[in-house]
């Protein structure tokens, strides 16, 4: 690997679990009764909840983003067990809808928090002002974070991951979603994993089963992130974060099986609406396989949640 996209990988993870380990301690700081009240009344029931995820991804344009929030507020206890729960199936519909709709980076978003942070947490006299500052620098650094590993992952033709094993990744529906987990966990974007995958279908011909394939491993990859995420925080953070990854496997093996029929569906579905170009057909590969996801976890909430 050249040595500037090592320095960039390198970086990327530094800055995203320093930024993890602060917004897991801002959280924790600045939870108190009306904060938790807050977030009772935002996420009263379930559908709330559910709406609350969706927003919240499209927020920061990341579902891996939403999804490490997400595991902070379980573990700062201002989310219960099964409001964790649907507020993810929130976070993977709105992921999935992020695709298809114009919002801001969260590029963009980190270096005006980052600011705000430092200069809340180290010239503010009060002691809440500044356990804030200390949350949205821990956010702002992780979102810088992702935006290095972003960038170290653009869609380039010469990257040394694109070609491992001889394209051992292109030769079968399984190794194509083997390979669009890492790529996602490693970009944290779901539009940056649309662009590689679209790059790649330029570069070298990808049967379509074997692109939507890649689509539904970018799913399992935001999945992954949330194991990440969940390392060192409550035992109740770890159970969801299995659940997650239970889940999202569960789901993406019968879709991988009709690989051929979702990709089929999603030419039809993006000749419709946004039109039959290669970053579209991606688009709703993923949408497919991320609303699936975001349903079943959605209606095994309950059971999961009591057992």
Same mark, same amino acid.
């Given at each position: 690997?050249?040595?500037?996209?090592?320095?960039?990988? /390198?970086?990327?993870?530094?800055?995203?679990? !320093?930024?993890?380990?602060?917004?897991?301690?801002?959280?924790?700081?600045?939870?108190?009764?009306?904060?938790?009240?807050?977030?009772?009344?935002?996420?009263?029931?379930?559908?709330?909840? %559910?709406?609350?995820?969706?927003?919240?991804?499209?927020?920061?344009?990341?579902?891996?983003?939403?999804?490490?929030?997400?595991?902070? %507020?379980?573990?700062?206890?201002?989310?219960?067990?099964?409001?964790?729960?649907?507020?993810?199936?929130?976070?993977? !519909?709105?992921?999935? !809808?992020? %695709? &298809?709709?114009?919002?801001?980076?969260?590029?963009?978003?980190?270096?005006?928090?980052?600011?705000?942070?430092?200069?809340?947490?180290?010239?503010?006299?009060?002691?809440?002002?500044?356990?804030?500052?200390? %949350?949205?620098?821990?956010?702002?650094?992780?979102?810088?974070?992702?935006?290095?590993?972003?960038?170290?992952?653009?869609?380039?033709?010469? &990257?040394?991951?694109?070609?491992?094993?001889?394209?051992?990744?292109?030769?079968?529906?399984?190794?194509?979603? $083997?390979?669009?987990?890492?790529?996602?966990?490693?970009?944290?974007?779901?539009?940056?994993? =649309?662009?590689?995958?679209?790059?790649?279908?330029?570069?070298?011909?990808?049967?379509?089963?074997?692109?939507?394939?890649?689509?539904?491993?970018?799913?399992?990859?935001?999945?992954?992130?949330?194991?990440?995420?969940?390392?060192?925080?409550?035992? +109740?953070?770890?159970?969801?974060?299995?659940?997650?990854?239970?889940?999202? !496997?569960?789901?993406?093996?019968?879709?991988?099986?009709?690989?051929?029929?979702?990709?089929? $569906?999603? &030419? =039809? =579905?993006?000749?419709?609406?946004?039109?039959?170009?290669?970053?579209? /057909? $991606?688009?709703?590969?993923?949408?497919?396989?991320?609303?699936? +996801?975001?349903? /079943?976890?959605?209606?095994?909430?309950?059971?999961?949640?009591?057992?």
């Amino acid at each position: 690997m050249p040595l500037s996209l090592f320095e960039g990988a /390198v970086g990327g993870i530094g800055l995203f679990l !320093l930024g993890m380990r602060l917004l897991s301690d801002g959280i924790r700081s600045v939870a108190d009764d009306r904060v938790k009240n807050a977030f009772r009344r935002i996420t009263s029931n379930r559908y709330l909840s %559910l709406l609350f995820g969706t927003l919240m991804a499209l927020a920061v344009s990341s579902g891996s983003a939403a999804v490490i929030f997400t595991i902070g %507020l379980l573990n700062g206890g201002i989310l219960s067990l099964y409001q964790a729960i649907c507020v993810l199936s929130g976070v993977l !519909l709105g992921a999935s !809808l992020s %695709l &298809h709709l114009q919002v801001i980076p969260y590029s963009l978003i980190s270096g005006p928090l980052i600011l705000c942070g430092v200069l809340l947490k180290f010239f503010s006299r009060k002691r809440r002002r500044a356990n804030i500052g200390n %949350l949205m620098l821990g956010v702002g650094l992780l979102l810088l974070g992702l935006s290095l590993l972003e960038g170290t992952y653009d869609p380039i033709d010469n &990257h040394p991951l694109y070609d491992v094993k001889n394209g051992i990744f292109y030769s079968s529906t399984f190794m194509a979603t $083997l390979f669009g987990s890492i790529v996602s966990f490693l970009v944290q974007s779901e539009q940056s994993t =649309i662009s590689i995958i679209s790059s790649l279908e330029i570069i070298r011909p990808i049967d379509a089963s074997i692109s939507f394939a890649m689509t539904c491993g970018g799913v399992m990859g935001m999945a992954v992130m949330g194991g990440l995420a969940s390392v060192g925080g409550k035992f +109740t953070a770890r159970r969801i974060a299995m659940l997650l990854m239970l889940v999202t !496997l569960v789901t993406s093996l019968p879709l991988l099986i009709f690989a051929q029929a979702g990709s089929t $569906l999603s &030419h =039809i =579905i993006a000749s419709f609406i946004s039109g039959d170009d290669r970053i579209s /057909v $991606l688009s709703w590969g993923f949408t497919i396989s991320g609303s699936i +996801t975001a349903l /079943v976890l959605f209606a095994t909430g309950g059971p999961a949640s009591r057992f």
